[in-house]
């Protein structure tokens, strides 16, 4: 069975702190590699995604990742983390035969003003 | 444009009971999951539709659980006699094609 791991659970920081959540994957061909974001009552929303060309993708609200294949790894960053990034941030793959979606087990940040 | 819709919001039922949960999905989008949210988990998936079919119905976590897809449209997930612990989040998600995955707001179901 495929896997999706995150290796912080829980992440506590300040305003303007640089943020980094890591992401490994466990399938070694071709996928396509999400983050997505659950704010406080709300539902998940994609924050970016990857599917093929350049690894250093761009999403909303200055966030990006990068995909390394070599690492399996799709770790989202952002720069300056602003109060209202506080969230639970979920990282996902689907590969071309898959039925589903894999999910990390999510990280929740906690951004302090 | 209208987005993954489901049904009730919220559900308290007692145990032993059925109910019923409810996803509309984004128009023409023929992939639909369902998955679960317990609280401090991950997202548990439960069952894949492509069209009206249900190629993965791996997650399932028992024959208490069923769900179904017509008109390559609306789907209903069917838990019977609920236990306290199907109480979690039910979460549907559709997808044009194993691109991203818009999902609902989500059934926050409570067994008592």
């Known amino acids: 069975a495929q896997s999706v791991s995150q290796h912080n659970h829980h992440v506590i920081l300040s305003e303007a702190a640089s943020l980094e959540l890591g992401c490994n994957y466990s399938?070694?061909?071709?996928?396509?590699l999400f983050w997505y974001v659950q704010y406080p009552g709300q539902h998940l929303q994609l924050l970016l995604k990857?599917?093929?060309?350049?690894?250093l993708v761009k999403g909303i609200k200055g966030f990006e990742a990068e995909f390394i294949k070599s690492k399996f790894s799709f770790n989202l960053r952002k720069p300056s983390v602003q109060w209202s990034d506080t969230a639970e941030y979920f990282c996902?793959?689907?590969?071309?035969?898959?039925?589903?979606?894999?999910f990390g087990s999510g990280t929740k940040l906690n951004v302090k003003p | 444009g209208a987005g993954v819709s489901q049904s009730p919001s919220n559900k308290v039922t007692e145990k032993g009971k059925d109910v019923e949960l409810r996803c509309d999905p984004i128009?023409?989008?023929?992939?639909l999951y369902w998955y679960r949210q317990s609280l401090g988990q991950g997202l548990e998936f439960l069952i894949y539709?492509?069209?009206?079919?249900?190629?993965?119905k791996s997650g399932l976590p028992s024959d208490r659980f069923s769900a179904e897809r017509t008109g390559g449209s609306v789907s209903t997930l069917t838990i019977q006699r609920t236990q306290q612990e199907d109480s979690a989040v039910y979460l549907c998600?559709?997808?044009?094609?194993?691109?991203?995955?818009?999902f609902g707001q989500g059934t926050r179901l409570t067994v008592v």
């Open positions: 998600a559709s997808s044009p094609v194993r691109t991203e995955a818009f």
């Open positions: 399938y070694g061909g071709t996928v396509n």
């Open positions: 990857y599917f093929s060309g350049d690894p």
């Open positions: 996902a793959v689907i590969g071309y035969n898959f039925n589903k979606f894999y």
């Open positions: 128009s023409g989008h023929t992939a």
């Open positions: 539709f492509q069209g009206n079919s249900a190629p993965d």
